[in-house]
Structures are given as C-alpha cells and as structure tokens.
C-alpha cells in the first residue's frame, strides 16, 4: 500500500506545480482518508495483499497522466 501513497504524492506534486489546488486538496484527503482506514484495520488478523479489495474490485494502481500537444491531460 505504501507505493501507491507514494505516487498519489507524486501527482499531488504534480498538480501543485500545474496550479490544481482542487485536485490536489482532493487527493490529499484521499490519503488521509486511506490512512485512517489503515489504522482502524490494523487490529485485523486479515492479511491486508488480497487479490481483491474489500468491495470484490481488482486493484490497478495509479493511472499514467499523458499530456498532448495542446496541454490537453489525460489518463492512460
């Protein structure tokens, strides 16, 4: 889970160098968010690497940013 927190900090840099303090202020409660939800299920005795995650998704990691010749953002 910690390299995934690792590159949501990097779009954050990201889009705090791009001047998107929305997105980037959303993606920081998404962290604080994952974090209380590791600290509540840290009592578990579950093993947290699952092929599935709590709700049946597959986890895909975070998505590539391609950017066009316009400026135009987009996820890969």
């Not at 889970?1 to 990201?14: A, F, K, L, P, S």
């Not at 840290?42 to 599935?52: F, I, L, M, N, Y």
């Not at 066009?68 to 953002?73: R, S, T």
Request: hydrophobic share 30%; proline share 3%; charged share 35%.
């Amino acid at each position: 889970m910690g390299d995934h927190i690792r590159e949501i900090y990097r779009i954050i840099e990201y889009l705090d160098d791009k001047g998107k303090e929305e997105w980037r202020d959303l993606l920081q409660g998404i962290i604080i968010y994952i974090e209380e939800l590791e600290e509540v299920s840290s009592g578990s005795s579950e093993d947290s690497e699952t092929e599935t995650d709590e709700y049946g998704c597959i986890p895909e990691g975070v998505p590539e940013v391609n950017i066009d010749e316009q400026g135009f953002h987009s996820l890969a």
